[in-house]
């Protein structure tokens, strides 16, 4: 691992940036696009490129653009959108922007998350305020003009040094089309030196004729430059390294140089990216574009990044089996930050995390489970796969096997509790029954009048106090916690008394009492359920607290 010399203050909550490079001169701008095929890694370029900035002392954000006609991600199946990541503003957001928030350690506001539903409610209500004086209201200059000012929005009131921009989707999509043209604009309004292009792209290796072929970059980049974007690097995601000879050909058809081709090959984990590029020369060249030569700072140091990217693999001598019961179990993508917050802890730890993952609908043989270091349930909605999740739930507290129930998970561990030692006749969530005799899950008063599905759960950080001498103070090492919510139904206060006189406490509440936030059987070897989502919140190198017990007591024997 390549080790500079620099002071670095990676901080738990933020970054604290010395006086930047372009202190007082105008945001520069690197939107990254993507071709042949979606999920090739631009949200993983998008990150490194901006942490590695970050690394050399410069003020970053990153956004997310979503072409999609829905106004936000809070409504889309994660099996065929992948998670929805929470914001601590209450943003339902694309998962990249979790990526983000990963490599930078910086809360990233939902304002970072565009998507067209968005862009054209904003230009359909001022035109019915008249505020485009009559005017024929068109995608170019209107809606363009829209993409433009949020984006330029964000860079002037964040007082940033780079934007990185991610926009969703392949180039040649009709739904992407407005944006690429809004980015090719700002190309032009804000210079040659204030603008770079990223195209993520593919050379795929046949095992036929074991050739790096080029063809699939090639056709991208055509495609783009039709459209009047000619891009600056191209990002080629490929398994093994470009060979040189691959490079060079590709430079030559794309206009792009040989020094600007770079490989993003495999890599044991993402966190190794930022050095892969670095090596490439990615940082010289970027400070070049923007007329800035000189100003890389050479002697910065990574060790801080370095360790952590480091500790994120080299564990496989020390492995926990993590069984991971849920609904969307078919796409990994659709619980990425709990893949990642266990990897996190695992890495703190020193433990390789091997995570199972098992569908709540087809489980039926409860004893396989005695075969895992621990049992996570991830949250989820509806009827579906719950009386899995109950099982299992059931299934933890009765073999004493270490259990962590996130939002979903809570809920119907609560239930399994009142079902199981209470004896509740019909206990159960009225989300999936709505008639139970015992509901020991409620709607949220609040909920009751709501009609609208999108953007209308609980949402976002809220304060949590923790009661003394619990598990929950003791892993917490607090009273006060700010925790991201998503969900639409609590715990009935009712059947508290009886969850409390048999052994199951709700150690933590918000809203002055009135939600429940944590339950756990202080007799249980770890037994933790959290009505938020702990994952949003956890980070390379600082893992969130659940997750850190979690896997500890998962790997005592």
């Known amino acids: ?64 653009i979503d072409p999609y006609l829905n106004y936000d991600a809070g409504t889309m199946n994660p099996v065929a959108h992948g998670e929805v990541f929470v914001t601590d503003d209450g943003g339902e957001c694309d998962m990249d922007i979790g990526n983000y928030e990963r490599f930078l350690n910086q809360d ?45 929005t964000i860079a002037k009131n964040e007082k940033l040094d780079f934007l990185i921009v991610e926009c969703g989707g392949t180039v040649g999509d009709i739904e992407s089309l407005p944006f690429l043209e809004a980015l090719r604009q700002m190309k ?98 970027i400070f070049t574009k923007f007329g800035k030569v000189g100003m890389v700072n050479t002697s910065a140091n990574w060790d801080a990044w370095n360790k952590i990217a480091y500790n994120m693999v080299n564990h496989e001598d020390q492995k926990v089996k993590i069984a991971m019961v849920g609904k969307y179990v078919t796409l990994t993508d659709s619980y990425v930050s709990v893949n990642h917050a266990l990897k996190h802890a695992g890495a703190h730890l020193g433990k390789s995390v091997d995570i199972h993952w098992i569908d709540s609908e087809s489980i039926d043989d409860y004893d ?8 996570l349930i991830p949250g989820g909605f509806g009827i579906r796969g719950s009386e899995g999740i109950v099982q299992t739930a059931n299934y933890a507290r009765e073999k004493n096997i270490p259990y962590l129930g996130i939002c979903f998970g809570f809920q119907l561990a609560a239930i399994a509790f009142g079902r199981h030692v209470l004896n509740l006749e019909d206990g159960n969530s009225t989300e999936i029954k709505a008639d139970a005799k015992n509901p020991i899950v409620d709607l949220l008063p609040e909920q009751k009048q709501v009609s609208d599905m999108g953007g209308s759960l609980r949402l976002g950080a809220n304060k949590i106090v923790i009661k003394e001498n619990t598990n929950a103070q003791q892993i917490y090492n607090t ?79």
């Open 479 to 557: 009273g006060i916690i700010n925790k991201r919510h998503r969900h639409r139904y609590e715990i009935n206060k009712e059947y508290i008394p009886q969850f409390e006189k048999s052994g199951l406490i709700f150690s933590a509440d918000s809203d002055d009492g009135k939600r429940m936030e944590v339950l756990e059987i202080p007799s249980h070897k770890f037994y933790l359920g959290v009505q938020f989502h702990p994952e949003f919140n956890s980070r390379p190198g600082f893992p969130e607290e659940s997750f850190t017990s979690f896997i500890k007591a998962a790997s005592e024997k």
């Open 368 to 375: 396989t489970l005695s075969n895992y270091d621990g049992i």
């Open 1 to 64: 691992m390549r080790s500079h010399e620099y002071f670095y203050n990676y901080d738990r909550q933020n970054i604290q940036k010395p006086d930047a490079h372009f202190s007082n001169v105008q945001t520069k701008f690197i939107f990254v696009t993507g071709g042949v095929m979606s999920g090739l890694g631009k949200g993983v370029t998008s990150s490194s490129i901006a942490k590695l900035l970050q690394l050399a002392d410069h003020k970053v954000s990153c956004i997310k």
């Open 108 to 152: 990233i506001p939902k304002s970072h998350n565009i998507t067209t539903a968005q862009v054209y409610s904003s230009v359909i209500d001022a035109e019915r305020k008249g505020e485009y004086l009559g005017a024929c209201v068109q995608i170019i200059p209107h809606v363009t003009d829209e993409i433009k000012n949020r984006i330029k």
């Open 188 to 285: 032009v309004e804000e210079g040659p030196q204030g603008v770079i292009f990223v195209h993520v792209t593919l050379a795929p290796s046949l095992d036929v004729v074991g050739e790096q072929k080029t063809k699939p970059t090639q056709h991208s980049v055509q495609e783009l430059r039709r459209i009047g974007i000619q891009p600056d690097f191209l990002a080629v995601r490929c398994s093994l390294p470009l060979e040189e000879k691959t490079k060079k050909k590709i430079a030559m058809f794309t206009n792009v140089t040989t020094k600007d081709v770079l490989s993003c090959h495999d890599a044991k984990s993402i966190f190794e990216i930022p050095q892969m590029l670095y090596d490439q020369g990615i940082m010289d060249s």
